[in-house]
């Protein structure tokens, strides 16, 4: 069932005469401009919707976060709090009269609360380490939160005393197989701790301090005399598979009681309004490289869980009970869309909103987020290829309609191309495959284009129709842009997931090639001009496809594993790759590792290919880049390495000018070596 989101279409109903210009198509400085709604907060009567609005700042290069107030009607938008700061992690007391938030300035953050009533903001705390994440108290009285709390790591070997004399830094020792993280960097020594305060002022009570500290997933049970959180507290866990427990504290004692046991994430707790029932999400742990995650129904302590969407195949992202304690709302992909769902008791499924997209600006994954008020009243992040996220308010199963329009300044003034659906049937086994294309701005079908394939990372993800910058200036300069769900993508259930389970990469690729085959049978892609990119998992299958083919003009190899020896061993989550991703250690099968490696295939490679990688990268680590890189220039294949500095994994949503900086360099590649450059 499709709901549709109304009003999403911009108006054309402008008066000022700069929208009677004919649009054009986007340009890099327009990014600037663009903004996105997300994590939408409804009170509990349904009235007033709070909201992160991210909006790129030209000057500071960055992407900044605001809370925003706007009534359920579209009227009344208005900033929370002044422009002194940046503001996130709304959410609403139970009767819906005050607003929790972390407000963040160069003076540090703070916990602050906004009274509806009269409109004023008060601080409770300081925040010197931050905040994970908050929630109220059922009577609205208290709000717990948790922090990160530093401990001593290893201290250096001593030295003679220094003196005044100006030494080297001291020696930084470890002994934590995880001591860094993809971007955070390097981790300090701590735990997440937990932490309470009276909205009345009192004091900030800590209530966990032991060693295996607890976490920001979190939930009050309904009688407000403990917390039920999910954590990995084994003492010899580091190294293990993740495997994550629930738990109870007492607030009274401090005591802390495991209520699950079982191999497999038990994640978001969540107890019914009643008390009776305690949902959660998780699976059974099969160590395949991809689980459902599913919504469990159990006992108040987690006892005789039940699953209720096992029928449905796919993952819950997210979740939130009915104020009646009669359903639950699910947020899930589906087939490369977001949609929300309401599952009662008894595991009957009701689909009640889709359309739902992410708040970023880089590539077009699937995402969204969606809360419910008491009266059954959604509100949504909804959007659109030629639209970023906007918020969306309807009745659950009715008709959702946007009441926001951030973009309106921008989006009438640009030629967008809107997503077309394809399928195919895959070369290797005829098994449907999806994607999505754009086109470039007055296209005609009776011209010839480049192509240019750009390739999801993951490998377990999923693109759709959503919103992306970096492929509508793709599709700006002149390129058919073809994107798809090739095998191990989500969102098509568990089986096709785990197609690629102990194979990656395999056939995907024929997936991937069969998506070509079907764009130039349709006559307007001109064969001698394709080009491939991806990043992450998609650099994996980029440089796959060039060990493989040379039928591709020009190629761009993005955060990339090349060796996945050296890989498992230097990212920063290896106890979990090695784990799930292969049958064995490295060590113990170095010739599956190689086989499935893109670097034993570089003797064939004989495509331009550039290479590029965030310089602070630790998911995929420079190196990998940098292997491949001085492998084809030592073969004397055209190549160029191009390092994002300071930049993390995620380049693209990282700061607005290294989206472009991205795009940009691999368009001036793919020109180098555009057999129809000129012609164009």
Avoid at 79 to 94: K, M, Q, V
Avoid at 245 to 250: D, I, N, P
């Amino acid at each position: 069932m499709t709901i549709r989101i109304a009003a999403l279409i911009i108006s054309v109903l402008f008066c000022s005469p700069i929208w009677a210009q004919p649009p054009r198509p986007i340009q890099p400085e327009d990014v600037f401009e663009l903004e996105a709604a997300s994590s939408p907060q409804i009170s509990a009567d349904g009235m007033v919707v709070a909201f992160v609005r991210r909006t790129n700042d030209i000057e500071t290069d960055r992407t900044r976060s605001a809370i925003w107030l706007v009534s359920a009607d579209g009227e009344n938008l208005r900033p929370l709090t002044a422009a002194n700061g940046e503001s996130h992690t709304p959410r609403w007391s139970p009767d819906g009269q005050f607003l929790a938030f972390v407000m963040q300035s160069d003076t540090g953050a703070s916990l602050q609360v906004y009274d509806r009533e009269n409109g004023r903001v008060t601080k409770l705390t300081n925040l010197e380490t931050g905040l994970n994440d908050l929630a109220w108290s059922p009577d609205g009285e208290h709000i717990a939160w948790a922090a990160f709390v530093m401990a001593p790591g290893v201290a250096a070997a001593p030295l003679p005393d220094r003196g005044e004399h100006d030494w080297a830094p001291a020696a930084q020792v470890e002994d934590r197989l995880n001591f860094r993280f993809d971007g955070s960097g390097n981790i300090p020594n701590g735990r997440l701790q937990l932490f309470l305060m009276a909205v009345d002022g009192a004091e900030v009570r800590q209530l966990t301090d032991d060693e295996l500290g607890a976490s920001g997933d979190f939930a009050w049970d309904r009688d407000g005399a403990s917390l039920v959180f999910s954590a990995d507290r084994r003492s010899d866990g580091e190294g293990q598979a993740p495997d994550s427990e629930l738990f109870r504290l007492m607030l009274e004692d401090g005591s802390i009681t495991r209520l699950t046991d079982r191999r497999g994430p038990d994640t978001n707790p969540q107890p019914s309004p009643d008390g009776r029932h305690l949902a959660y999400l998780g699976f059974d742990d099969q160590r395949m490289g991809y689980h459902n995650t599913e919504l469990y129904l159990a006992g108040p302590d987690a006892g005789e869980p039940v699953s209720l969407t096992e029928a449905l195949d796919r993952t819950i992202n997210a979740y939130q009970w009915s104020a009646d304690g009669q359903s639950l709302y699910i947020q899930y992909d589906d087939h490369g869309g977001t949609d929300i769902a309401r599952v009662s008791l008894d595991g009957a499924i009701e689909p009640v909103a889709s359309g739902l997209i992410g708040p970023t600006f880089g590539r077009a994954y699937t995402g969204g987020s969606f809360s419910v008020s008491d009266t059954d009243v959604l509100a949504v992040t909804a959007g659109s290829s030629m639209i970023p996220a906007e918020i969306a308010v309807g009745p659950a199963g009715g008709e959702l309609t946007r009441i926001t329009d951030l973009n309106a300044d921008i989006l009438p003034r640009l030629s967008l191309s809107e997503a077309e659906d394809i399928r195919w049937a895959s070369p290797h086994d005829g098994r449907e495959i999806q994607g999505w294309v754009l086109y470039p701005p007055d296209f005609d079908p009776s011209r010839e284009y480049p192509l240019l394939l750009e390739i999801h990372g993951g490998p377990f993800s999923a693109y759709g129709p959503s919103f992306s910058a970096e492929f509508q200036l793709y599709a700006a300069a002149g390129y058919v842009v073809l994107y798809t769900n090739p095998r191990g993508s989500t969102s098509y259930g568990y089986e096709f997931a785990n197609l690629i389970h102990h194979d990656y990469p395999g056939h995907d690729y024929d997936d991937l090639m069969g998506a070509v085959d079907h764009m130039i049978a349709r006559g307007f892609i001109d064969e001698e001009r394709l080009f491939v990119t991806g990043g992450s998992g998609g650099g994996v299958l980029t440089a796959w496809i060039i060990g493989n083919t040379d039928r591709f003009a020009a190629a761009a190899v993005v955060k990339p594993v090349i060796n996945w020896s050296s890989f498992v061993l230097y990212s920063d989550l290896p106890q979990f790759f090695y784990r799930y991703w292969f049958a064995s250690a490295p060590w113990e099968d170095p010739e599956e590792y190689w086989r499935r490696s893109p670097l034993s295939l570089v003797g064939n490679v004989s495509t331009p290919t550039l290479m590029m990688v965030g310089g602070a990268d630790v998911r995929t680590p420079r190196s990998e880049t940098e292997q491949y890189y001085s492998a084809l220039h030592l073969r004397g294949v055209p190549t160029r390495l191009v390092v994002i500095p300071d930049s993390f994994h995620s380049i693209s949503n990282s700061r607005p000018s290294r989206l472009l900086s991205k795009v940009g360099e691999i368009l001036r590649w793919f020109d180098m070596y555009d057999p129809g450059a000129e012609a164009d």
